[in-house]
């Protein structure tokens, strides 16, 4: 952890700027927080009206104070909050909490954000905000936040971290935790983020030993090293990272940049970024917190294989189907498991799996307690689903919840309990377990829980290259000839060709490659060529030759475009078009885009990312991703394709993209076939920035 | 509504036949709730040993009773419920609840179960059940049911109704409607519906004109024709109905077998079926009831234009990520209604849409009741979301909630509130306000509403048609030549094309269709030419004709299949292949299936379903919900598909399929074009049933 992000999270003293009487105030709360919540270190109110606030003695200035505090919480607004800010990096206060709104979030408001920030790090401060609602660590008692909710719902110290963009969207899943008696150490809004970032105060928070779950809220990743850096030290932690990005819409990018100033990510980066990074993505407040408790318990799943019991067949039902759904298969329970149940069980009861207990329960409580043990020794299952949706008088509540929780003690597999009815369900989180509402909400919890285990396990080693600038002269086109080449020497199968200038040359090339040849003109001035009528397809003779380089010519004169040549190229035979493209993300950098080819890549679109650096098996896994994948592992008796020179030459076009100076590339198409030499690029456009003069 | 169910949802009289002193027992529980919930007809505790129970005289025996009361619940087991069900039939029970379990569900206790609901309703006594939990009206107080929810959250007479096969769905929503304080007036379990089905329950619960919003759950739909029955009243009733379905999935159907011996449907006909009713599917159990506050509002949505309302920018950013993925834009605010926001909130609120009230509201509760008249006024919405995620201390908010209220009632659009503090929910719920505890959640159940009421509007009108038989024998192909003319016979355009048995009769055709065509070997034997060799394309000589029809006949030959002549076809021309096919699902009868064609039509698929009876108009929103439709549309500057001779075709087929003797057909492909010509059936495979010998 920096010394900096330090002083934010745990500082020794703390100074309040506009430090208020009125604890239901912007700059009362804090003050009543930290007297409530037990921070031990120094507390400052600055306010030059009044002598005490809040019983503690107030001093008018910053500079009044005889020792610069780590933290000041700024909680004037506007032109007193820049003023403010800059008091503090004069007295050399460590990090500032700046909460007042109007900046970056406001139209033209993001220069001004920028340099008052840039202004203030200059001179060795940290700025958190502006814009926001301030920092919690309840581990040390410093909350420096004036969020209603640490008076609604009262704080516990526990190993569930949340960071957030948002002031609301750091508290309401603390109050969801809180309301379900998970405790939480910290709920930290950085804002506007025009210096700290959310995503370099997780880092930090990650290094917490005390978390054992990280809940984050994003509306934008200007940062994604900081991002990367706070997985790295995640993963070395065992700590499981949970991230809610919001603005996936534009819709919701437009409430976002009004918000929180924040900037549009390209969504499906961001689900592949942190896809590679091992965090899960949220999609909603509810899913942020959905699974909080499995991973709490400190299970360890070993795979997705779902036995599910209950004493309704409903619940059997509604929790297979949502299994099923979701790639949780329901295996047949062993033989000798089921038929130790039926000595047990009702002749009319399922047990195979799921397990319909049925309504014998009520007659008898001891059924769940006696079956329970029996399918803890079967060897089908690697997690359980528990259903009781209707219980009450007449059953023995409590002895189920303490045989679930022993059954789960027993097994150390994960066990959720769909528990509907308020009072069962207490009863079961009395002793520990997760309880859901409905089948689907089980099943959906446990099934984050476990692909989530399955995603950390194969994410990529964090890397947290720091951004690479491009240079900075004007985007420029390379021609069909120059990018084939510049693939060519990345190591890309590239189809045979030759440029030519006249048609002399261009019938000399027939005779080389063989017929049938492909003519194509060739211009840096042209991306698009077949709209301009310069490819000429299936030539085989020198007079067809000729006409086309006249042809190519002419089309380019027409289209006011430099004549560079023409490509004559061998006609190759594949059996599918595939497409490799490459782009540079402003925030996450080198995307590539692999996928079908064809005449409707547009309209029917169907492709994978992939951030580099990748591996091959990234690659294999992407294409078993699209739509087309089973034709390319062969169907109707076709073979499959060979695809090991097709998924080197993404990995090459991965490497390419290292360079900075590659804006963007397309290989469109990039045939394939039954043999791997039948993997060849047919056509290509690179897009390179020079230095600036 | 039929007298016998009259007998089942308002019986006069109850008999218990296994009555028991114990409340707890299956036996004592429905005497206890007749008591409790103020049953006003007689009750006959019937019981061999008591002269009393719980406070009732008892009598041994049914036909003790001196007369035969509306409704027996048979609380006993097995073979004595088999015989207390014959009993009552003898002495001229109307309806029968049989709570026994070990029939349907059970392996080879279908064809006992069928034969003892057969020789009931023979004698004039209908079956609820067997393995029914029971049957509560609360309008009535007639609770036969053992259920005890009844017990855990104490009933109050509302206007949902529960219709359910499953004991435990039947009484889940209903625990979980009551938690929120509405009312339930019909709460009934129909188990394995050995006679009277949930769907045709359904259609006698949906009468009731008290009901204002009908749920459904269903494992199995034998019976879509009283389904569409209950669909008919409720839509005369502007009564919405929504439908838990499960067995969605193997798995899920395997449990649900096991359960109530429920069979499969094909998961996406009843989809389909659903829609074309008008009855919203829900996907879990918490769906089920998730937006019964919307439907009891009594609000009509006029469209859906959502715009949002928050103290907090990340819910407005959720909102509106949440409703784009949805389908719901959010609209600018009209300029003066921005211009009258900004004069009330501060400089940095956002006032476009959504409405970001910020932080400020903390300082000044008024800024919620004064901006909600202005936006009340706006042209702009259909629906409001308004989210409170954080309030309390600080914040007056039983005043947001009297102000979202009013604003409700004089907008008289939707409202949902976002509220996850159980604080601030309350007060909210308290004032009649829809509440969610996140931002999906809210705009889920506003969609589902909205959705739900485009659904009903332009929902075929239910003709709940008796399902016709088809002929008993079994079934043959028709060969190609017969199905061409078949089709052709329908109105489909079909390929000029001429069933020759020689080569001499094939040349003559070659010269009256012109060059070149098609020779494809014809015989009912092979529903698969191409890949017996059976199929040659391009012919433009005689000779080659020849060669053609005498390699079609050793193909049949070597195939060991009839040789029914060759069929000579013209060659033409069509942009794209699609096909329509149609089989005959054995609960829905006829299935049109329309979509993309080609050689990947299994491995990617892409079609769509319709259930005649249905019209052009219903073929064309099919056609739009594929997802070659952009494509069908026209992209790239190409011209759009000419697709009204394709769309008579599938209505043709629609029609043909209501002849029951035809088993299916595929009509794959057909080629359509740029002009109605180009539409025409390539290839078409029937299957027919004959009478039986």
Not at 361 to 366: A, E, G, V
Not at 506 to 519: F, K, R, S, T
Not at 545 to 573: F, K, P, S, T
Not at 581 to 599: C, L, N, Q, W, Y
Request: with cysteine; proline share 8%; aromatic share 4%.
């Amino acid at each position: 952890m920096t010394a900096s992000l330090k002083a934010a999270l745990d500082p020794c003293s703390i100074a309040v700027i506009g430090a208020s009487e009125n604890p239901n105030k912007i700059g009362g709360r804090p003050l009543l927080y930290l007297s409530r919540f037990g921070f031990r270190g120094a507390v400052h109110p600055i306010n030059p009206n009044r002598g005490e606030v809040q019983g503690l003695r107030a001093v008018p200035r910053l500079s009044d104070l005889d020792e610069a505090p780590d933290l000041a919480v700024i909680a004037v607004p506007g032109e007193a909050a820049v003023a403010a800010l800059d008091e503090c990096a004069a007295v050399g206060v460590k990090v500032a909490v700046m909460m007042a709104s109007g900046f970056g979030e406001t139209a033209g408001g993001k220069a001004r954000e920028a340099e008052m920030a840039a202004r203030a790090r200059a001179r060795g401060l940290r700025v958190v905000g502006p814009n926001s609602q301030g920092l919690a660590n309840f581990g040390t008692g410093a909350v420096a936040s004036f969020s209603t909710m640490f008076i609604e719902a009262p704080p516990a110290d526990g190993p569930v971290g949340i960071v957030s963009q948002s002031g609301a969207m750091s508290v309401v899943p603390y109050g969801l935790l809180r309301g379900r008696g998970i405790g939480v150490r910290h709920a930290h809004a950085t804002g506007n983020d025009a210096d700290v970032t959310v995503c370099e105060l997780a880092a930090s928070v990650a290094e917490d030993p005390g978390l054992r779950l990280l809940l984050l809220y994003l509306e934008s990743i200007p940062d994604p090293h900081h991002l990367a850096q706070a997985a790295a030290v995640a993963r070395a932690r065992d700590l499981p990272i949970v991230a809610l990005k919001s603005g996936r819409t534009p819709a919701g990018q437009a409430a976002a940049l009004s918000h929180t100033g924040a900037l549009a990510n390209e969504d499906r980066v961001v689900d592949a970024f942190l896809e590679q990074h091992g965090i899960w993505r949220a999609r909603d407040t509810g899913d942020l917190v959905a699974a909080a408790e499995l991973y709490l318990k400190g299970w360890r799943p070993a795979g997705r294989r779902l036995v599910a019991i209950s004493n309704s067949g409903a619940t059997c039902v509604l929790a297979a189907d949502a299994a099923s759904a979701v790639g949780m298969p329901l295996e047949p329970l062993a033989a000798d498991t089921q038929a130790r149940l039926r000595t047990i069980l009702p002749s009319f009861a399922a047990t195979a799996n799921p397990v319909d207990i049925t309504a014998a329960l009520l007659t008898n409580s001891r059924l769940f307690g006696e079956i329970l043990p029996v399918i803890a020794a079967d060897p089908s299952a690697d997690a359980f689903l528990i259903g009781v949706p209707v219980a009450g008088q007449g059953y023995d509540v409590p002895a189920f919840a303490r045989d679930a929780a022993a059954f789960a003690a027993e097994t150390g597999k994960p066990v959720v309990v769909n528990a509907p009815q308020p009072g069962v369900a207490a009863a079961f989180r009395d002793q520990g377990l997760p309880v859901f509402a409905s089948e689907g909400g089980a099943v959906q919890a446990l099934h984050q829980f476990i692909a989530h285990h399955e995603l950390i396990a194969r994410a990529a080693p964090a890397v947290p290259a720091p951004p690479r600038r491009a240079p900075a002269g004007p985007a420029r086109l390379l021609n069909e000839a120059e990018s084939l080449a510049r693939l060519a020497a990345a190591g890309l199968p590239v189809v045979p060709h030759r440029l030519c200038r006249s048609a002399e040359e261009a019938v000399a090339a027939l005779d080389a490659l063989g017929a049938p040849v492909a003519v194509k003109g060739c211009s840096r001035d042209v991306p698009h060529k077949s709209d301009l009528g310069l490819v000429h397809l299936g030539l085989r003779e020198p007079d067809g030759v000729a006409r086309a380089v006249a042809a190519c010519r002419d089309g380019l004169a027409r289209a006011g475009a430099a004549y560079e040549g023409v490509i004559v190229a061998a006609m190759v035979q594949g059996r599918r078009e595939l497409l490799i493209g490459a782009h540079r993300d402003p925030s996450f950098g080198p995307v590539v885009v692999i996928g079908d080819g064809g005449r409707y890549v547009e309209a029917l679109p169907d492709s994978q990312i992939l951030l580099p650096p990748f591996g091959p098996e990234a690659v294999r896994a992407a294409l078993a991703r699209l739509r087309i994948a089973p034709i390319l592992a062969g169907v109707r008796g076709e073979p499959p394709f060979a695809l090991d020179a097709f998924v080197a030459a993404v990995c090459a076009v991965g490497r390419l993209m290292e360079d900075p100076a590659i804006d963007s590339l397309d290989v469109n198409p990039i045939l394939v076939g039954t043999d791997e030499t039948a993997c060849l690029a047919l056509d290509a456009v690179i897009v390179v920035r020079d230095p600036a003069d």
